[in-house]
Each structure stands twice: as C-alpha cells, then as structure tokens.
C-alpha cells in the first residue's frame, strides 16, 4: 500500500541537542510539508517543498531544518535553536490531482526532556 | 489573509442524536474545502471535500457537509452519532490559486459522543 512513513514514532530530546525526525512516501507526490501541532493550536506549518532540492518556509520555520535530496524522502531537523519543541510533528505529501487533498504519516512525538 | 475558524473547542452529543461540527472560512478566490478527522496519536485522515458542484458533500464513515457560499460555512454533519466517532475534527481550506498548494487548518473540535 501506498502511504506515508514517519519515524521514529516517539523520540525524547535532551536540551541542546540536534533531531532528526524521518519522512518518507511511495505516492509519488511532487509537495511534501511539515506540520507542528500543540493542543488547542491546530496545525501549524513549519516547511513545505514542492520539487527535489527545493523549499521554502511555513509559518513556524525559526529553529528548524530541512532537506529534499530525493522525491521520497523530506526529513525534518529540529536544531538546539527552537526553544520549545515538544509538540507532535506531522508530515504530509499532495500529488498532482491537488484537490484530493493531503495524505498524512501518522506523526511524531517528539518530548524535550 | 486566509483563515479557518472552528467556533466550538468541543462538541459533546449522545450516541443516536445527529451532530454538527462548525467551520467557516475566509479566502481569496474559489476555496477547496476539507475535513480530517484525528485518532489519539494518529495522523490526520481525509473524511470529505467540497471543490464545485453539490453543495451537499457525502464523504467517510456517514459524514457529510454542506457548503454554503453566503454564510462562507462549511459544517460537518452526521444524522446518528456513534461512540467510535468521537474524535479531533479539522476543518482545512486551500486557495486554487495558491501554487503552494497549502492548506490551511482550523484549531480543531473535538467531538465526544456518550453511550
């Protein structure tokens, strides 16, 4: 089956430290993006690429990193620089047909400890 | 600026009775409209959405939503509520004329259906 995969589903950051949080997808799809979600805050945007070796900024990109060396994989770094980063991060992909909409991978939680 | 508004943080009904989650927007241009609906520690799922046509959207698990342009509303109904539907519910909207293709998400409410 198609879908999207993101790993590791829990992950605990100590303070200062660099993590890299996994996507990868077998759609095919040409835009992937990068969600954070904080209760009560819906979701937010944190980066979105739309070709390989291509992004740009979301709403919420201070602190974070983020790569597209290949059409499947889009990995989300969240660096010492982001001052709060415990949240869920979700990341999405949409193909062509754009109006069907976002697919989901089923997120990361990711606990500053 | 474009924006989605879920009024309600919670929607609590009885299990049987019908539901309505609320969402309005605000976009430039035609809007595509969705719902997703989230599971504990889940991603977000497709439930429904509304391009052209119909204004009444049928979608997932007996949903569905009616799109109304004046009201710029696009609400989420059911007419018998279930236990397994209690759940986060996400309104989203997205500008066509966006080449971006973002897509924009309501705070969510979250809907508790009781036995």
């Known amino acids: 089956d198609g879908g999207i995969t993101q790993s590791p589903k829990y992950l605990f950051r100590k303070e200062g430290q660099n993590v890299t949080l996994s996507c990868e997808q077998n759609?095919?799809?040409?835009?992937m993006y990068w969600y954070r979600q904080d209760p009560g805050q819906g979701l937010r945007l944190i980066y979105y690429?739309?070709?390989?070796?291509?992004?740009q900024k979301g709403d919420i990109a201070e602190g974070y990193s983020v790569s597209r060396e290949k059409k499947e994989s889009f990995p989300l770094t969240v660096t010492s620089a982001q001052k709060n980063p415990t949240a869920f991060y979700l990341c999405?992909?949409?193909?062509?047909?754009?109006?069907?909409?976002?697919?989901f991978g089923s997120g990361t939680r990711l606990t500053v400890v | 600026a474009q924006s989605v508004a879920q009024p309600e943080d919670q929607v609590k009904v009885a299990e049987g009775n019908p539901l309505t989650v609320k969402c309005t927007y605000s976009v430039s241009g035609n809007p595509y409209l969705f719902w997703y609906v989230q599971y504990p520690n889940r991603g977000l799922q497709f439930l429904l959405k509304?391009?052209?046509?119909?204004?009444l959207v049928k979608g997932s698990y007996g949903f569905e939503a009616e799109f109304n342009k004046s009201q710029t509303s696009f609400h989420l109904k059911k007419p018998s509520a279930l236990v397994s539907d209690s759940a986060l519910y996400f309104c989203?909207?997205?500008?066509?004329?966006?080449?971006?293709?973002?897509?924009?998400f309501g705070s969510g409410t979250r809907l508790s259906i009781r036995p």
């Open positions: 509304y391009i052209t046509g119909d204004n």
């Open positions: 759609l095919n799809h040409d835009a």
């Open positions: 690429s739309q070709i390989v070796n291509d992004f």
């Open positions: 989203a909207v997205r500008d066509i004329y966006s080449s971006a293709s973002k897509i924009i």
């Open positions: 999405a992909s949409i193909g062509t047909k754009r109006d069907y909409g976002y697919t």
